[in-house]
């Protein structure tokens, strides 16, 4: 009998940094033997492009150098591991290992989310699997968990806390009292943090990850500037302090939302319940909800960033295609995205169409008849106030803080501006959505 397990895989990595040399570091460690166990063929690192050459690193690789293409265009390499990062030359990269036959690994995110949709086109074409579980929340297999694990049901909604860095600031600036840049300055050293730590503040990174679940929750094409995006960068500790008066969190979430009026997909700061599983979800931690219409709510949680989680999630792929080229199957193990025809159509919601509950720290000047004018203001727009608190004067100014119930975002806005330029309002409003999820 044959014995499966003299089957090889060749596979080339294009990057070494922490995603990249975690990879390397997974399949030639203690776990190999494991691995080859598990995919049914040994996985043999044939080639290796790398910009900062660490010899020891590359220790027994046949061939080292600094070109992803020498490694994309070299004929025995037939899986390709893409862990360069950002737009270029991952894109050229990936496109042209594709183009040759060659399945693709990567963890690029900016990339599956903003290109995906012509790059898996050229997957599909060359019969190939682009394989992505590494572009979202590092080591969970969220990917699997949505496309494979619950492709029964019609998904409802899920949130998520998809920046590992951002749940790491939030977190130590809520633990420790610690300013913002001093964190993010830990998570940099930690290797946690973007190259351009303004995707993880902004939550760009965190857009890039919903446009991708969104796209597979709901069968729609990926559309990242659909995607509505604010980051953490203007949350201040007392906003921190006054949530938890309030009996809340703080946390950066993505929302994706399915209702009778369209699609939401959503990535702001946003006050949760601290009884929520996500509310005490902290750190580099990261963790999704997703409420299918036959399971009801899921939720799955673990290390959202660093090398050696999101190796875990690349070498998971490199697994899955070894068991499909042994099974020398005809067609690509999955469609990419799970989905053979994809709801092209489908209405994605404006942020001033959703409806939810808003957290608002109003600075009104220390006057008579301040808060009446306020309340009248919203209640003009149909809004209506679950909470307010009204702090101690800081010098001229009092921080009026309200809660309020379900409101339609473009009314709030309407309402903030008329607060704003009231003369008793001595700045601008800062406004958090409130979310509560039912489990
Ligand atoms: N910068 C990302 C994060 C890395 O902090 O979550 C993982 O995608």
């Not at 590092?138 to 920046?163: F, S």
């Not at 929520?276 to 899921?298: F, P, R």
Request: proline fraction near 3%; aromatic fraction near 6%.
């Amino acid at each position: 009998m044959e014995n499966k397990l003299d089957k090889e895989v060749k596979v080339g990595i294009c990057g070494l940094g922490t995603v990249g040399g975690a990879t390397l570091k997974l399949l030639t460690g203690e776990n190999s033997d494991e691995i080859r166990r598990r995919a049914g063929a040994s996985i043999s690192v044939s080639q290796v492009a790398t910009r900062t050459l660490n010899h020891s690193q590359v220790d027994g690789i046949p061939c080292v150098g600094t070109d992803p293409f020498a490694v994309v265009n070299d004929p025995s390499v037939e899986v390709v591991i893409e862990t360069i990062g950002g737009y270029d030359p991952a894109y050229q990269v990936i496109k042209q290992a594709l183009s040759n036959g060659k399945h693709v690994i990567t963890a690029n995110k900016a990339l599956i989310a903003e290109r995906g949709n012509e790059l898996f086109e050229v997957a599909q074409k060359s019969n190939v699997v682009l394989a992505f579980e590494s572009s979202v929340a590092g080591g969970i297999p969220i990917i699997k968990g949505l496309r494979e694990g619950l492709a029964a049901n019609k998904i409802n909604w899920l949130a998520g806390i998809i920046n590992g860095t951002g749940n790491f600031i939030l977190t130590k600036m809520t633990s420790d009292d610690r300013q913002f840049n001093d964190v993010l300055e830990e998570a940099q050293t930690l290797g946690y943090a973007e190259a351009d730590p303004t995707f993880d503040i902004e939550g760009i990174d965190a857009a890039h990850k919903l446009t991708i679940m969104s796209s597979i929750a709901f069968g729609i094409p990926l559309q990242f500037d659909k995607t509505y995006t604010e980051g953490i960068s203007e949350i201040t500790p007392e906003d921190i302090s006054y949530a938890d008066e309030l009996g809340y969190k703080i946390k950066h979430l993505g929302i994706a939302n399915r209702s009778l009026s369209g699609i939401e997909m959503r990535v702001h700061p946003t006050l949760i319940s601290k009884a929520q599983l996500l509310a005490n979800v902290n750190g580099v931690e990261n963790a999704v909800m997703i409420n299918g219409n036959a399971v009801g709510s899921t939720l799955y949680s673990g290390p959202g960033a660093g090398g050696d989680a999101t190796a875990s999630a690349v070498v998971a792929d490199l697994i899955d295609i070894a068991r499909h080229k042994i099974a020398r199957s005809e067609s690509p193990i999955y469609p990419s995205l799970g989905y053979q025809t994809m709801y092209e159509d489908a209405q994605i919601l404006n942020i001033e169409d959703i409806k939810t509950e808003y957290y608002l720290r109003i600075p009104a000047m220390d006057r008579v008849g301040v808060m009446a004018k306020i309340s009248s203001i919203l209640q003009t727009h149909g809004i209506s106030i679950e909470a307010v608190i009204q702090k101690e004067p800081i010098s001229e100014i009092v921080p009026i803080i309200i809660l309020t119930h379900l409101a339609r975002e473009r009314n709030l806005n309407l309402a903030m501006n008329e607060i704003e330029s009231l003369e008793e309002v001595a700045g601008a409003i800062n406004r958090i959505r409130v979310e509560s999820f039912e489990v």
